[in-house]
């Protein structure tokens, strides 16, 4: 049968389309973004927020837990003095065997590649979004703790997408969970990084407040943890109290029946 014009042309917009396809997931594979820079743009600009700070809508702080478990966060925020790491905190939940989440700044990636590749491949932990340069996510340049934050909507963008993509070279898989540096948040920047497909996870227990706190403070404030509680510690300044803190602190909670989860699992 000969083909009619008509027909060879619905075949070629046929074949096209399927190109189009195929590209579309070829560039999510290789760690697109879902949103690009131009659509966060278009979607944003000119947005005035007027929201600022740790727990603003938007932001998870607590789960819905099935019996007594509670979410362990550690963050490595990197750069020059947060790039360490305090493998006696990853020893000790090793050796209980206990689930927690990671959240890895993409520098603190880049000064410790074998950890991060080792820590990436235990099923026992969860990577997540830490930031690229550890700012807070601000779309006007607001600080916190002394910390710029970023100045508007395409830094803001950078700011968590080159991370998300510094987790997903890292683990093969995009990150569906971001802290910012110092989970400070404008309601726009928010906005944003749901949009790149990442839930905003802060704390219900401040572990050791920016590895500031004695061991006994540590194991007091987390061994206190309720159910569904989100508890926050920092995995890289080993001179801190946090791991003699936490090693207290364990054994309580396990004594009490609880089990710790993944955000992963928490927010399934
Ligand atoms: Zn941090």
Known sequence: MRKTPGAVFIVFVYLVACCLALF???AFAAGEALTGLEEILARY????????GEDIPGVLRTFEPEGKAVALTLDACGGAKGS???GAIIELLREHNLSATLFLNARWIEAN??????????PLFLIANHGWKHRPCSVTGRSAWGIEGTKNLSEAYREIENGARAVESLTGRRPRFYRSGTNFYDEVGLAVANDLGMKVVGWSVLGDAGATLTASEVSERVSGARPGQIILCH???PQSATAEGLKEAIPLLLEKGYKFVTLEEAFP
């Open 24 to 26: 579309e997931v070829a």
């Open 45 to 52: 600009e000119g947005a005035l927020p007027r929201l600022w």
């Open 84 to 86: 360490a790491y305090d």
């Open 113 to 122: 590649p074998e950890i991060a590749a080792d820590l990436a491949s235990d």
């Open 235 to 237: 995995m890289n300044q």
